[in-house]
């Protein structure tokens, strides 16, 4: 059988339908549909993306047998119409659009009232009675022809028409008469033979193969090249193009074209929002020359309109058009944004697809289609971007405010934030304290700022990726935050920061945007953001439909409850290293690493001992009756040290040691790569009294609380490694009456290659640390990689960076080896994702598939978590629901 | 059937056998043998292994019937000898001797003379007819039986003993008569009696035991658990016990005792080599008191000794041993050592076992056992140890010379080397040209010490580990290097470094070692390596039986002819970067970093061509029909800047930018984890000027030549990655008429997980650089483990460094998934390996049970690895058909 290329739709039937947007592009499929359903859609017939496709695939040719098939499809439409395509007394006029997958700027828009030529006009101006009509279709149809297709300048057709007003003293398009409007004509045809060297085509057919032809030419155009690259979209998907019957909203006051949603996509509110223009066309409502006017009553008096909506001046109409809205909503179950026209009293539709939203009206819509019954909870979990919700939990930028943008970093931490420019941590918990809002900005940060950042409203860095310490540490206390904006170059010492000509002392007001990267002088005013009922009835739902716990990443009181406010089943990662930089103790901190022996290295122990007591027993308080799991120290000791000649001296006078002893220690302690240095569990193997400590300090809280503790060994690359560090803690916990498991961080391959060996020597649960384990299966430095990572996203080598969203691939296969030889070994093995990915909707999917118990995220990820996983679940269950049918 | 604690040996038959080491220990095992062979072997029993590790399972009890057992073993030897145990009259004596599997220090070694008492001293008189050998028989017993069983300090019975010479006036403890030996006896009891609270056993059945216990327990004194540990023993393996009826060497000058070899231990010659003393004991002979006397004569004549041969005094009796060398050596089919004893003209075997021999005596006692058709090549190859080959290759000390050692460091590199103490590699290479010996002495090297490494004899380092920079270039070079020498402290500004009160200045004398780490001040005497025939012989077996083939990592022509010397049968690795550093080339690399458009890193790249052109061609050249492969550019690029001060401005000044502007680019080029950097093909997405520049150097050198180039991609994560490459490098082929195949490192886990998809990109080859395989999948950094690794190898979680010998648990694991993965997309897919552990017998093994096509490593090691790829081989062949016949 032949391949059908061309599908007609039209007049109640159509070759096509709404699933074939694949084949059709969306367009083609709403319209197809649309008729289908019964709707008044104009006739008319898609060419496929398979045409598109095959047209580059075989040096810029059509299928031999094209031509036969879209004869065949414009004789259909002259049939229904009742009008002959080039007919110099009934001639049919059509529109031809282009149509792929999504929307696509760079792709060809529209060709209107093509079939149009010297004769044909003759013939519309009879048919509608209208001569003044008639040659202003003319007018506008070589106009958007000649630049469209023929590519002669925009500018060469406004400067004749402008003239033209001129010369003849009217002001507006519409004062043109026939008379001057035939002129126009004429001088638009000599514009173009003058710019192409032949004259303006006469020839409908020539005209209709000119425009499908730059309709598929626009498929490789820089623009939408660029657009596909950067949205990952495949060369291979290809356009279609639409041919179609025209309906006319200029040719009267009875006629009108306009665009509506079916409620209102800022809210959600259910009802119909829409505007339209009387004896009008559709680009007139977009181009924004008439002040369009809406659509109901309603509308109008929110708006404070004179202007009368269509439901007072077009009753009728109006009806039916309502009619449609509720036919179009129960059919597709969503909301919609149509384009309709209405041409002498009649409705025609244009255009239907799923309505562009708000995070906001997202959730309303679908907690009130659920209520409506048209969708299930499932479906209405399946519709919502988790990635959006962002902008509930977060101050968002006013969107009618002014921005100066004068640099873009990465969207590191969302939220937006305004502020001084404060350059040290100290700084800016100083000046945070009367409620000055600091952005504090460095090149980098480190665990000595952590401070500095909780008191300031948001940070910025001009070194370091997604995954740098200041992006992760952010996102984990919900601030704004910019990372690695490598045009500004802050000098710390001055106090000053510049970008390109802009200077930016110390105390100057910017702000900061976390969800774009965007930096901007001055105050730019932000709004709060308000958590609704929707919310709250979604994240109910999300809980009931995923099989995945949601856990979060917290050590300090305030981010443990911001977590359970947020939803949280349980902390999935506790860094307890994060509790020793508090000033008081991590002077005891340093004394332990300075100590010679364990007798003084356990002297300092013990004076930190009653601090991680009280923090773990406040944590288990906050989060009763939930899991907590508790990471012993995982950070090489020389990030506690002190760096600068000020804190090294400040140190040793406190120690009462020689500076100089402090000098030598931090040279013995220095690292070529620190990620694979002494840390994690080999700190705990070299000096076992630390983790002794730690340990007690859990069990002691427990005992306190009545927590049933998880406890969790970093970095174990061997089972022996784990079998020392589980003995020393069941040691530890030798008559005290406390129930607890002891776990691991997967994070190193090799861990992941021998789990069934770390599940044999008692491993209670696995939590994959997929920040080190990204890190060392790619041999990537998270710290390093944004030198090249650009490259490698540009030249596809990562699809997207791979802290941000796992490498299932890779990363992936490790994590499903030790699923697998864990469980071998322990069926019950509790397996969760405690990196950055637990927080990432793409790699939660993942988990869900490999069977994960829980995946944990910072704080503020939590409901986005939540309901990755319930979407998680519901897809994973509906897959596997496919297979067992198939 | 109740188990067998006590297997009996002697007059003929035997329990036991020489294969039942693990149960009898190595002396017990071979006493049987002998005793079955028909040698005359005291009558004795071994009471098992077994035992010791049931003793110790059951809180130190022996199994129930072992009592009824050895009762059992000690009437078969009554029988044999014809006296009985504890006979006033008759009785029967007999020694005590621990026996592991291996011989051990720490353990109780020998108890002589048991069974004496006040009563069966005087039988013992009465039978030999000699009072004052029966008397010294029983003081020497109670001396040992005090000192090793009941822990009377030694000190003890030596004071009592001198003081009766000098009471006596007498001079030798031959003088003492039997009536100043009963004295001693009666003094020696009293002192026992005061030391322990009560009296020395009189009942032979209670010192058996005792001296059975003591032999127990010597299994767990602290300096056998240390030893242990040290050398893998594992504690179940147990020591056996072996009581054995005395002979005695001194019962008159037809009486005697001596060692011997079966061939010259230090030579390898075939003669008989030993020794012997006249109316002896065994202890006489090692105590070193009296001088033992050549065997033979012509051992004397060698040795330009007066004293009598054993040839000469007792020529029956040598006759004898001649007869019983020549059927122990055609029954163990290798060179023994042996102990024997003469008593009243009657010769008795005590012991046999392999003899211990220097390299280059197993050299040619392996070929020569071929010619006399003892064993076979293959035997002959299994025998030797391939490490010990090194003793053959490099310098070593004189064994004879004085050490004055100062500090001990790793042994990075074997050799020994002497020469004065240089801080720099500047002034290293100033030093040397006059041929001044010079041992470099730095905390660490990096790349820009090359020319120093280089002209230094030697190479001393105090901080980095067996596979740090020091080290692995050492190797390469075939210079001695003692690596991580911690106690060593330099001021490389003062020109001066300390060893505890020690002071060394430049040009100060030093010696190291690079076989054992041993740094001593002063010249120590060395003896030059030559190789020998049987070297040469041995080589060729190991490659007729080898399957794999040796290739050397090399990339000077030095090193090429080195490796091609040593029978190396390609190049498997060529770091193109250390070809960067020659200082007329590093200012082009330089400025080719610096260039800021590709244009000025063209032209920078352009300069390099021809240099890089020239040095492959001379390696095509070197190497002519032997297959090199070329990994492209690696190292970050910071490791090719200027670091100093100095350094910077002579850099800036060349290149004629600011010095400042060179500060900037070192500051952007710092990386945090420079091992996860931007370095690998990551420098060929970002650069790809620089790998076409070294791939068309490759081909122009390969067209000049006739060579068939590999060229190798490192740090390869992702199939894209290699697409891209190979494409630049097939791009740069293009008109060039040169065969030539594309493979890569396979050092990253991801790698080695995506190995199929990378094979399909079209790799060719496989090399598993396994130095960074193991720090990525041990997320452990080679340069910053020595820190931890101690601890780690103390606490038995690695059992040698991973860096030395291959993971094969964890990197081995990956190594495999990938094999499997190449060659089930590529059956012919070509796999090596070019890592540390490519010279490194253990991993050699590993590297052939997977089935790799060679193995590559530093020139100097490349015998070895001959040595060992055979020896991996003939294993592989024997377990495979051992598991057919299963």
Known sequence: MAAQWVYSFGAGKSDGRADMKNLLGGKGANLAEMATLGLPVPAGFTVTTEVCTAFYQNKNTYPADLKDQVAEGLAKVEKAIGAKFGDATNPLLVSVRSGARASMPGMMDTVLNLGLNDETVRGLAAQSGDERFAWDSYRRFIQMYGDVVLEVPHHEFEDILERSKLDNDVHQDNDLSAVHLRDIVAAYKAVVKKKMGKPFPMDPQEQLWGAIGAVFKSWMTPRAITYRRIHDIPEEWGTAVNVQAMVFGNMGDDCATGVAFTRDPSTGENYFYGEYLVNAQGEDVVAGIRTPQS?????????????????????????????????????????????????????????????????????????????????????????????????????????????????????????????????????????????????????????????GMHAAAGILTTRGGMTSHAAVVARGMGRACVAGAGSIHIDS??????????????????????????????????VKPQLSDDFATIMGWADAHARMKVRANAETPLDAKVARGFGAQGIGLCRTEHMFFEPTRIQHVREMIFARTVEARKEALDKLLPAQRSDFAELFTIMKGLPVTIRLLDP????????????????????????????????????????????????????PEIYAMQARAIFDAALETGATPEIMIPLIATDVEFTILKNLIDETAKGKNVIYSVGTMIELPRAALMADKIAESGAAFFSFGTNDLTQTTLGLSRDDSGMFMPDYIRQGIFARDPFATLDTEGV???????????????????????????????????????????????????????????????????????????
Chains 1, 2 share one sequence.
């Open 493 to 526: 010492e001055q106090k000053v920061m510049r970008i390109g000509d802009h200077v930016i002392r110390e105390g100057d007001l910017i702000t900061i945007d976390g969800s774009t990267g965007e930096v901007m002088l001055g105050k730019v005013a932000t």
């Open 295 to 451: 659509l109901t009553v309603n509308g109008r008096n929110k708006e404070g309109s004179d202007l009368p909506s269509m439901e007072e001046v077009m009753p009728d109409v109006f009806k039916q058009l309502c009619d449609v809205r509720l036919k179009l909503e129960k059919h597709y179950r969503d909301m919609q944004d149509i384009e309709f026209t209405v041409q002498s009293g009649k409705l025609y539709m244009l255009q239907t697809r799923a309505g562009k939203r708000t995070s906001a009206a997202a959730l309303k819509i679908a907690v009130d289609m659920v209520a409506e019954k048209l969708i299930g909870e499932d479906e209405a979990l399946l519709r919502l971007d988790p990635q959006a919700l962002d902008q509930l939990l977060h101050p968002t930028l006013d969107p009618g405010a002014h921005k100066h943008i004068v640099a873009k970093g990465l969207p590191a931490s969302p939220g937006a934030a305004s502020g001084i420019v404060i350059f040290t941590a100290d700084e800016a918990e100083e000046r945070a304290k009367d409620g000055t809002k600091v952005i504090l900005s460095r090149k980098e940060t480190s665990p000595e700022d952590i401070h």
């Open 636 to 687: 090489p000791l020389h990030e506690f040290l002190p760096q600068s000649d000020e804190d090294i001296q400040a140190f040793a006078d406190l120690a009462k040691i020689d500076s100089e002893q402090v000098r030598r220690r931090l040279g013995e302690l220095h690292e070529q790569n620190p990620m694979l240095g002494h840390r994690g569990c080999r700190l705990g193997i070299t000096f």
């Open 812 to 886: 992936g296969q490790l994590m499903q080896i030790a699923g697998q030889k864990g469980r071998a070994v322990r069926k019950d093995m509790k397996l969760g994702i405690c990196g950055e990915h637990g927080g990432d909707p793409a790699s939660i999917a993942f988990c869900e598939s490999m069977g994960l118990d829980y995946v944990s995220c910072s704080p503020y990820r939590v409901p986005i978590a939540r309901l990755a996983a319930a979407q998680a679940a519901i897809r994973e269950k509906s897959a596997v629901k496919k297979k067992v049918a198939a």
